[in-house]
Each structure stands twice: as structure tokens, then as C-alpha cells.
């Protein structure tokens, strides 16, 4: 599906009160690039954020306040409109935002060409748009500065839910939630025989159970993202102190020794923890008694002596023969009777693995290195404790000698490290697998206990409305579906990551930069951060493997893009963009032309616009041509 | 609308790992390919969640 912006059309919008922008060649195709050129305070991010509303039918929870900011300051103007035209496939769609100033209030209206009836209320988009057209997958292609830092920070999945939206696996979501819908139609459809009150009892148990299961999925979250928070200011404030001793010339040796023994000691720690984890493969080396289970587990499997020829294929052989070992016919009853039991003896293969198992049994010897490597890790840590506790006896040392700044930043780190703490304490008990690791959880408490009990009240909810098989089964298709889902973005993520690292190559030659893993966000790899300019080039790549071989092709709409950048990075930005999106929209103010808008002047389909307000603040025009873009930048 | 190679990937991996039968494994296949294309009539839906398999000790 190719969805093209065609133009867009201003009515009493600011500080313009009427004017047409058309972005075609006169016969319905725009350029492949179009620049507009808005000096600030026209109206260009207005003009982004109106065609944002339109797509994606934000506008409808505006206040009157936010309508009310686009009412011109001239005249006494009580309506206004912003009509975006689109080219959706072969069909022209005009998507009209009424702005209604008088009563603060927007609504959609859709006009499709060649269809009986012109205008119709509300913002009617194809069938396959609908569930593409959201905020977010909006904000992917109708794209800003403040958009592509959020492609790389770790505090949002904007990467990922880019892939679901565009790629449509919510609509995956959408068809789990239509079976739910059909399964609570059959449920209140089937309460025949079951009084008022008792069926309503069963539903508020199992809504209930639903409520608490969801609050302790969000709690999970919120903890999870607030420890983020917390450790990241403990790190900042480590630093901070550490930075602070290093500074002072007597504590300065003393602590570049405890530093470089943490440094040593957290490698032993590492080193002993490698070790003990593959010592844990040896069962017999972690507890005597394993050992002694093993042992006797040996000694049984030596006595019991397991036949080598006894097998299933022994019977399955003797089966075809004339006669038995012991002499009698093997006639057809007797051949159907060995056949039949032939199948309670273990096959060949089986027999190999137990006499494996047999003699590894019978040859291991238990050591004590396992639980050396345990003492070792245990000394270890103790000796790490030691060195942290000298290096906060540093800060004291300074705090004593009436150093307000450490004594702020430790009171503020003990309190870290307690809210970490208690917030630890609740997180253990929401995670917990079972009571043996966790005496305090219940159902109201703990994750996996609130999942059993919500999980149980639904059974009796559907066992008493009659429903309980189409239940079963309908679980039973949303888990397939939700395999799906998360099988179909893995690979897609991998797609899009192989094709962004390859736009990335291409754009910064300078330095290698590479994405390791779509993990909501990009993650990139080896490094932590990347210049503003290189966020956007990454940025570009990103969406534009991500448009690569989807089913849609949208514009892409972007506003100063070349402001952050530097001028030698500019023009291989401008090289890239083309070669990404198939049309682009790119709004620019005047020094961006230098490297960047100009790197277009001899490109083959581009058109240049220029909107400025010219007698009077009320009155806008738009000029089409390059050489007037130019001029005008000249003149700024 | 054709689905694109990861979805239908997925699709066949999901449905050849289960135990259902080939009738489900068609329809519930065709059913996501019509979601993803048109508005999906409820009577389908139902068809596919009641061909599914459910064992008996449940």
C-alpha cells in the first residue's frame, strides 16, 4: 500500500489564512523530494504537528485550550481548518481537521474522490491503515529531532513498537482481544440454571483476581524502572565521591590501591563464579549426598546387570524366525504374541545410553574442588566488602576534615542504597517462584501465586456459565497467536537490524558505528553514545530499513534535519535520504541550505518552496522555485 | 493482502510445532491472513477456536 502526501491546505490556521501547498508535478504524483523553506515563527512546526493530528487522530482529545492555539490573532475567526491531501494507492483522500475556536472542540471529516457522497464525518481510513495510523507509528514518519533520540534511549521502546506497528503484529493483539470478546458473549449468553447473585459472585472473584494480577504486573514494572532510575544516580554519585578523593593529594595513593585491588578482586570474583558454575555440572561434587545417591544408583545398575542382547530387536528378530530358542514352532499366533511384547523391552539405543550412563557412574571420582572454589569466592567477597569499606572510610576521612559536598553526596547515597533495598525486598516477593524461596508471598503479593489464583477463578467463572471447553480452547488459539507475534518480531528485528547497519556503513564513513540488538530501543554496540548528528544518521538508516519491504510505503516528513548537523556530515546525510524514502518532505530554515538543501539543487525530481509572510503577519504565500529558495536564503 | 515472509515464517513454525489438525493448521493460517486484510466475520473466528484440540484430562 503506497500512501503519498500530495499537499495540504491552510484556513485560518496562526498566522495563515489561506494558502495551498501543492507538492505534485500537476498530475497527482509528487516530486520525489519536496523542500519547504519556513523561516521560524511561520508556522513549520505547526504545519508538523496539524499533519501529525490529521494521521493520526490525536485531535479528538484536544482541550479547548490546545484547539484554541491555532485561532489567528487577526479578526474575529471562529473556525478554522487544515485539509491534508494524500494519494492512497490509486485513490486521492482529503483528510480535513475543523478546528471549531468558538466552542474549543476538532473534528475529522474524510472526502474521497470518485466516492458518491463527497464529505463524511470523522477521519475514515482504509481497513488496512487503521491499525497503522496510531501516534506512535505516526511520530515514525512525520519525524523530528526529538524522535530520533528516543530511537536510541534506553528509557523507551520506540524501536521495537515501531516493527509491531508498522509490520502490523498488533493487529495479532487485536484478534486476541476478539476471541475474548466472543468468549464473554457466550459466557453471558449461557447462565441458564445459575442464579443472579451466584454468578454474579463468580464474576467479581474472577475480576478481582484480574485486578490484583495486573496491579502486581504494573508494580513489577514501575519497581523495575525506578531501580534503573536509583542505580543509575548511585553510579553518577560514585563517581562523584571518587572523583572528589582523587583530588585530594594525601588520599589519592590510598585510594588508587584500593582501586586497583576492587579492580583484581572482582576478576577472582568473576573467575570463581565461572568455576562454580561448571563444577555444578558434577553432581557429586555439590553435596555428600548426591554423591552417596549416585553411588548406590552404581552399585544397583552393576547388580542388575542389563542385558546387551535382550533387547526389543532381539524379540522383533526371533519373531521372523522357524523356531524358538527352545526348540517350539513359531507359528503366526506366537509370531502376533513375541510382536506384541516385544514392545515393553528396551530398543538397542536405549541400552547404549544406559550402560553410558553405567560406566560414567561407575568411574567418577568425587573432589574437593568445588567446594574450595566456594571458599574462595566467599573469601573473595569478603575481601571486596573490606575495600568498599575503605573507600568510603576515604569520604569520611574528607567529610571529617569538613568537606560539605561529600558529606551531601554520601547522605544521599545511604539513602539510595536503602530505598534499593526496600525496593529489592518488594521485588523478591513479587518474583518469587514459590514459597520455599519466599516464606512471606500470597496471592495478593506475588506474580506467579496471582497468575494461579486469577487463572483458577476463571476456570470456575467458565465451568459455571458452561463455557469452559470454549475457554480452553480460545486460551489455546491466543497462545499460538502470541508465539506468532513474538517469533514473527524477532525476525523481523533481525531484518531491520542487518539493513540498518548496513545505511548506517554507508552514511558514517568516519567511524564504525554498529546497532548489536533491537531491544526496544537500538542498542549500540561498544559504545554508549553517539554525536547528535551521528543519532540522526542512525535514526534515518533505522526507519528507512524499516519502510524497506514493508507493505506500506509512507512519505517521510522531517523537520530541520540538517540544524544539528555538521556541515561535513550534512551532505552524506543529504545523499542518504533519497536513497531511504521514496518521497520526502523536509522542511528547512535558511541555514540549513548550506551542504544540505543545495546538495539537491541539480536532483532530478525535487521542488522547492518557499512560505513566508510577506504584507502583514495575517498573510502567507508559498513561492515555488529554486531560485527564489535560494535567494531567499541569501537574503536571511 | 499478501503476508510478508517473517509472519508466514512464523505461522508455519508455530503451526507445525503443534498437534492440531491439518484442518485447524489451514483455517487459523487463512484466518490471520484475512485479519490482516479485512474486517473478520465473528463466525469465522469461532469455526477456527472450536476446531481446536483440547485433551480430556484437563
Not at chain 1, 305 to 316: C, D, G, H, I, V
Not at chain 1, 389 to 413: C, S, V
Not at chain 1, 460 to 483: G, H, I, P, R
Amino acid at each position: 500500500m503506497k500512501i503519498r502526501i500530495l499537499g495540504w491546505e491552510y484556513i485560518n490556521i496562526r498566522r495563515i489564512n489561506n494558502l495551498t501547498v501543492d507538492l505534485t508535478k500537476g498530475n497527482s504524483i509528487p516530486h520525489q523530494i519536496s523542500l519547504i523553506m519556513m523561516p521560524n515563527g511561520t508556522g513549520k512546526t505547526t504545519t508538523i504537528n496539524l499533519m501529525r493530528a490529521v494521521l493520526d487522530g490525536s485531535a479528538l482529545d484536544w482541550d479547548e485550550d490546545k484547539v484554541r492555539e491555532f485561532k489567528p490573532q487577526y479578526g474575529n475567526v471562529s473556525k478554522g481548518e487544515f485539509r491534508l491531501k494524500t494519494k492512497i494507492n490509486d485513490d486521492i483522500y482529503y483528510f480535513i481537521l475543523c478546528l471549531d475556536y468558538e466552542n474549543g472542540k476538532a473534528q475529522y471529516k474524510t472526502s474521497r474522490t470518485g466516492e458518491p457522497g463527497g464529505l463524511e464525518d470523522g477521519r475514515n481510513l482504509p481497513y488496512q491503515l487503521s491499525g497503522v495510523l496510531n501516534t506512535q507509528f505516526v511520530n515514525r514518519f512525520i519525524f523530528d529531532g526529538e524522535q530520533a533520540k528516543k530511537t536510541l534511549s534506553s528509557e523507551n521502546d520506540e524501536a521495537e513498537k515501531a516493527i509491531t506497528y508498522l509490520y502490523q503484529l498488533n493487529e495479532l493483539d487485536n484478534l486476541k482481544a476478539k476471541i475474548d470478546l466472543l468468549v464473554k458473549q457466550a459466557q453471558d449468553n449461557n447462565t441458564r440454571g445459575m442464579t443472579k447473585q451466584s454468578l454474579s459472585y463468580t464474576r467479581t472473584q474472577m475480576e478481582n483476581k484480574e485486578r490484583i494480577y495486573n496491579e502486581l504486573l504494573r508494580k513489577k514494572a514501575q519497581i523495575e524502572k525506578r531501580n534503573i532510575e536509583l542505580t543509575r544516580r548511585k553510579e553518577q554519585i560514585q563517581e562523584s565521591i571518587s572523583k572528589i578523593i582523587s583530588s585530594d593529594s594525601k588520599l589519592k595513593d590510598e585510594k588508587a590501591k584500593l582501586d586497583s585491588d576492587k579492580i583484581e578482586t572482582s576478576g577472582f570474583i568473576r573467575q570463581n563464579i565461572d568455576n562454580i558454575l561448571k563444577g555444578m555440572r558434577e553432581p557429586f561434587n555439590v553435596n555428600p549426598c548426591f554423591d552417596q545417591r549416585l553411588k548406590s544408583l552404581s552399585d544397583n545398575m552393576q547388580k542388575l546387570k542389563l542385558p546387551k542382547t535382550m533387547s526389543k530387536e532381539f524379540f522383533n528378530e526371533l519373531a521372523n524366525s522357524p523356531y524358538c530358542i527352545c526348540g517350539r514352532h513359531i507359528g503366526d499366533e506366537e509370531k502376533k504374541h513375541i510382536l506384541e511384547n516385544a514392545e515393553s523391552f528396551l530398543g538397542e539405543d536405549q541400552l547404549v545410553a544406559l550402560n553410558a550412563i553405567k560406566d560414567k557412574l561407575k568411574s567418577y571420582v568425587a573432589t574437593d574442588e568445588l567446594r574450595n572454589e566456594i571458599d574462595s569466592l566467599n573469601q573473595n567477597v569478603r575481601k571486596l566488602e573490606e575495600i568498599d569499606a575503605g573507600l568510603t572510610r576515604l569520604g569520611l576521612q574528607l567529610k571529617e576534615q569538613g568537606n560539605d559536598e561529600i558529606e551531601m553526596l554520601q547522605n544521599e547515597l545511604a539513602e539510595i542504597e536503602k530505598q534499593l533495598h526496600d525496593s529489592n525486598r518488594e521485588y523478591n516477593i513479587l518474583v518469587a517462584v514459590d514459597k520455599d524461596s519466599n516464606s512471606k508471598i500470597n496471592d495478593e503479593n506475588n506474580i506467579k501465586l496471582a497468575a494461579a489464583a486469577f487463572n483458577l477463578a476463571k476456570e470456575n467463572f467458565n465451568k459455571a456459565t458452561n463455557t469452559f471447553t470454549l475457554y480452553q480452547k480460545s486460551e489455546k488459539v491466543k497462545q499460538y497467536l502470541d508465539a506468532i507475534r513474538k517469533s514473527a518480531l524477532e525476525k523481523l528485528k533481525l531484518r531491520v537490524l542487518t539493513k540498518t547497519n548496513i545505511n548506517i556503513n554507508s552514511i558514517i564513513k568516519t567511524e564504525k558505528i554498529l546497532i548489536d540488538k533491537i531491544d526496544g530501543n537500538l542498542v549500540l554496540k561498544n559504545r554508549k553514545a553517539v554525536s547528535e548528528g551521528q543519532t540522526l544518521a542512525i535514526a534515518y538508516s533505522y526507519i528507512g530499513s524499516l519502510f524497506d519491504e514493508s507493505s506500506f510505503r509512507f512519505p517521510f516528513v522531517i523537520d530541520s534535519p540538517a540544524v544539528s548537523l555538521d556541515l561535513s556530515v550534512r551532505k552524506e546525510v543529504s545523499e542518504i535520504l533519497p536513497v531511504l524514502f521514496e518521497q520526502l518532505v523536509i522542511f528547512v530554515i535558511s541555514s540549513e541550505v548550506a551542504n544540505f538543501a543545495d546538495s539537491y539543487y541539480d536532483f532530478p525530481d525535487v521542488a522547492f518552496y518557499t512560505i513566508e509572510a510577506k504584507d502583514g503577519p495575517e498573510n502567507a504565500v508559498c513561492t515555488i522555485g529554486k531560485d527564489y529558495f535560494d535567494s531567499f536564503q541569501k537574503d536571511e | 493482502m499478501e503476508l510478508y515472509n517473517e509472519l508466514k515464517e512464523a505461522i508455519n513454525e508455530c503451526m507445525d510445532a503443534s498437534v492440531e489438525s491439518p484442518e485447524f493448521k489451514r483455517r487459523f493460517s487463512k484466518l490471520i491472513e484475512n485479519f490482516f486484510d479485512k474486517p473478520t466475520n465473528d463466525n469465522d473466528i469461532k469455526e477456527v477456536v472450536n476446531l481446536v484440540q483440547i485433551s480430556e484430562d484437563r
